[in-house]
């Protein structure tokens, strides 16, 4: 009877571990496409725009933090 009940459980980690990983490649393949043989990968048009933002989120906040330190100051 334990027995069984720890194959259940090793049964429903093991479940969850392959939802996991299959989750985690298919968000990732929304952003990146694999390279096949000796070609290497490339961004996909949803990849390139959330660098986009990223690099675009990055300069907002420079730039609020150096008017919010001249603000400070004076």
């Not at 694999?34 to 490339?42: L, Y």
């Amino acid at each position: 009877m334990i027995s069984a009940i720890f194959s259940q459980l090793t049964s429903g980690a093991s479940s969850f571990i392959t939802f996991l990983t299959s989750l985690f490649n298919n968000v990732i393949a929304i952003f990146w496409t694999a390279g096949e043989g000796s070609t290497i990968g490339s961004l996909t048009d949803v990849g390139i725009l959330m660098i986009t933002a990223v690099a675009v989120g990055f300069c907002y906040f420079g730039i609020r933090f150096i008017t919010r330190l001249v603000k400070l100051r004076g």
